[in-house]
Structure formats: C-alpha cells, structure tokens
C-alpha cells in the first residue's frame, strides 16, 4: 500500500517561532499533496492543496506568507508554520494523491505541534 | 462550515454488534467516502462511493449513498475492539478538494 511518513511526529515550539514539517512518500509518486490542520476536537482544516507543476491553491484564512509550502519532486513535500502562536496548535496532516487514485488521499501520521 | 457532517458525534457498542453511522453533504459531489482515524494515526480511507453507485461494500463494512437525501451511512458488522475509533464522512466535489465532516467516535467495548 501507499506509505506516508511524517516527520517530526511531535513538536513544541515557543509563541512566536516557527518550525517546519516533512512529508514523505514512500513507494510511490504523489501527483499531489493536501496539508490539513487537525482541531483537538477533531475537525479538519484543509491549509493547501499542492500540486505537480501547478501553483499551490491556499484556502481562505490559510497564506503562503505563514504557511509557505515546498513541493520539489513527487516524493517529498514540506510546510513551515512561520510565527506559530496559540490558535496554531493542533495535528497536521500530509495526503498525498496517487496516480490512477485521484479520489484517495493516503495520509501520514501527522506532525502535533504545540505552541508555548 | 463543514460540507459533510456525521452523526451521531458518538457511539459505544460492545464486541460483535452492529453500528451505523450517518453522514450529510450539503453540495453536488463526485464521490462519498469514509475514512477511519485510530489514536495516534491518519485517517485511512476505508470506502468511496461514487455519486452512482447506492451501495458498496467490503469485509464487514458496507456503506449506502442515497444522492436525493444527500446522505450516506457506514455500517460495521460484527464490531471488533479494534474498530474503536473515529470515523469521517468525506466528500469529493469537482473542484478536487476533499471536505472532512466533524467524525463520529466509535468505541467499542469487550
């Protein structure tokens, strides 16, 4: 099946600094990539969808100036949360899209960062 | 708000009963699917429906798509233990973008 890793799994960053997060794919080419953000009540935020050689489509309340995307090949993508403060605690996830599976996002395990 | 909504926000059943879970999309969608988040992980896509299809399946699960009510249901059988989790209603629209309801909790008692 499709792997995803995502690394950290876990981080603490203090109120004002940012930090940055990987996603890896494992066995297979992504032809696209979504970040969410994950509530700890469990509701999902869709940050970007980014896509191969198109620009990466920010939704509403979510801007490349705070949460700047890398996507350089199939495999790998990665995100920054610049200036990461209270509100932007919770688990973020990476799904990546498979050629032939265009309707089925393979998730990773997330990166949990909290904000002191 | 959210474009997919499950109900009930939780349920508790007891090893080898049966549970259903709702879900509402309030768009035209191109597929219905329902994915399943255990503790510590990603949701993993467990069905997708597509918008012309009524009925899918696979092992114990068996999810229904009814495209006039908007709405579809996830059913398990014969629960396990390991069925504990919480499960999500997701629908695909033409746009590509994938909507996440606000999951039922699922637990699953020996």
């Known amino acids: 099946g499709a792997l995803v890793y995502q690394y950290p799994r876990r981080t603490i960053c203090k109120s004002g600094t940012s930090m940055r997060m990987e996603c890896q794919a494992v066995?297979?080419?992504?032809?696209?990539v979504a970040w969410y953000r994950q509530s700890p009540q469990k509701t999902f935020e869709l940050i970007a969808l980014s896509t191969v050689n198109s620009a990466i489509k920010y939704e509403q309340n979510f801007t490349q100036e705070k949460f700047p995307i890398s996507h350089p090949n199939l495999s790998f993508s990665s995100m920054t949360v610049l200036n990461a403060y209270l509100e932007d605690r919770g688990l973020y996830l990476c799904g990546a899209r498979v050629m032939g599976f265009q309707n089925t996002l393979y998730f990773g395990a997330g990166t949990r960062l909290s904000v002191l | 708000s959210q474009l997919a909504e499950e109900n009930p926000w939780a349920l508790s059943v007891h090893e080898g009963e049966s549970v259903t879970v709702n879900c509402s999309y309030k768009t035209s969608i191109t597929a219905l699917q329902w994915y399943r988040q255990k503790s510590g992980e990603g949701p993993a896509q467990l069905i997708l429906?597509?918008?012309?299809?009524r009925e899918k399946r696979n092992g114990r699960l068996r999810a229904t798509l009814d495209t006039s009510s908007q709405s579809s249901s996830l059913s398990i059988t014969a629960t396990r233990c390991e069925d504990t989790a919480v499960y999500f209603c997701a629908d695909n629209t033409n746009t590509g973008k994938l909507t996440f309801g606000d999951g039922t909790v699922l637990t699953v008692k020996p």
């Open positions: 429906i597509r918008s012309n299809e």
């Open positions: 066995g297979f080419q992504a032809t696209s």
